[in-house]
C-alpha cells in the first residue's frame, strides 16, 4: 500500500528564517501535489510536480521533485506570517487515487 | 457548478443514529474523492470514484461506512449506527481526470467538508 510520509509534522519558525519540509512516498510515481491548508479552511492546490527534477516556485515557497529517491522538498525562503498554514503533499499513484501525507503545521513568529 | 459543493456544512448527532453527508462535484469532473479528517489530522483516504463506480473502497474503515454516486455526479456518504470516533471533517475533492490510460496532472478540488460530531 502507497505510504506517504511528511517531516516534520510541526514547525515553528521566526520569521526571516529558511526551512525545508520533507515528503518521501513508498512507491514508484512520477506525479506529486503539494495543497495548503488555512485553519477552518479547506485544502488550495499550490504546486505540481510531473516529472524527475521538476521545480516549481511560487514568492517564498520552492517544491522539487526527486522520484529516484521517492522524496520531494518544499523549502520556505525567509518565512513570514502569511506562511502560516498546514502543508500537505499528495501523490498520485497509477489507479488514479490520490494519497496524502499527514501534513506539516507551520506556524511563523514575529 | 462553480466549485465542489457539501452538505450539511455541520452536523451534531447522537451516537447510534445514521447520517449522510452530501458532495456536488463541479460540473464535468469524472473523479470524486472523499478524504476524513480528524481535528489536528492528516487526511486519511476513505474512497474513490472513477463515473459511478469506486474502483478504490480500501479506504473505508468499517462496514458501517458506505459511499455512492449516482449520474457520475452528486455522491453520498453514509455513516450508520455513528460512534464517537466518527466525529471529523470528511472533505470530498473532485477532478476531471479519466480512467484509462494516466499521464499530466490530476488537481483536486476540495469542497469546504461536513464537519461532524457525535455526542
Known amino acids: 500500500e502507497l505510504k506517504v510520509e511528511q517531516n516534520p509534522l510541526f514547525l515553528s519558525m521566526q520569521e526571516g528564517k529558511n526551512y525545508t519540509i520533507y515528503c518521501n512516498y513508498s512507491?514508484?510515481?512520477?506525479?506529486l501535489y503539494w495543497y495548503r491548508q488555512d485553519p477552518g479552511k479547506s485544502l488550495e492546490s499550490l504546486f505540481v510536480l510531473l516529472s524527475n527534477g521538476a521545480v516549481k516556485q511560487e514568492g517564498r515557497l520552492m517544491a522539487s521533485l526527486d522520484t529516484k529517491a521517492r522524496l520531494s522538498t518544499l523549502h520556505i525562503t525567509a518565512a513570514v506570517h502569511d506562511l502560516s498554514a498546514t502543508y500537505f503533499c499528495a501523490v498520485d499513484t497509477v489507479n488514479n487515487d490520490m494519497r496524502f501525507g499527514a501534513g506539516t503545521r507551520l506556524t511563523v513568529k514575529p | 457548478g462553480a466549485g465542489v459543493s457539501q452538505s450539511p456544512s455541520n452536523k451534531v448527532t447522537e451516537k447510534g443514529k445514521d447520517v449522510e453527508l452530501r458532495c456536488d462535484p463541479i460540473?464535468?469532473?469524472?473523479?470524486l474523492y472523499w478524504y476524513r479528517q480528524s481535528l489536528g489530522q492528516g487526511l486519511e483516504f476513505l474512497i474513490y470514484f472513477q463515473g459511478n463506480s469506486a474502483p478504490d473502497k480500501s479506504g473505508l474503515p468499517s462496514d458501517r461506512f458506505s459511499a455512492e454516486r449516482t449520474g457520475g455526479s452528486v455522491s453520498t456518504l453514509t455513516i450508520q449506527r455513528t460512534q464517537q470516533e466518527d466525529s471529523a471533517a470528511y472533505l470530498c475533492a473532485s477532478s476531471p481526470r479519466t480512467s484509462g490510460k494516466v499521464s499530466g496532472a490530476n488537481v483536486l478540488t476540495f469542497g469546504a467538508g461536513s464537519r461532524l460530531t457525535v455526542l
Open positions: 460540473s464535468g469532473h469524472t473523479a
Open positions: 512507491t514508484t510515481s512520477d506525479r
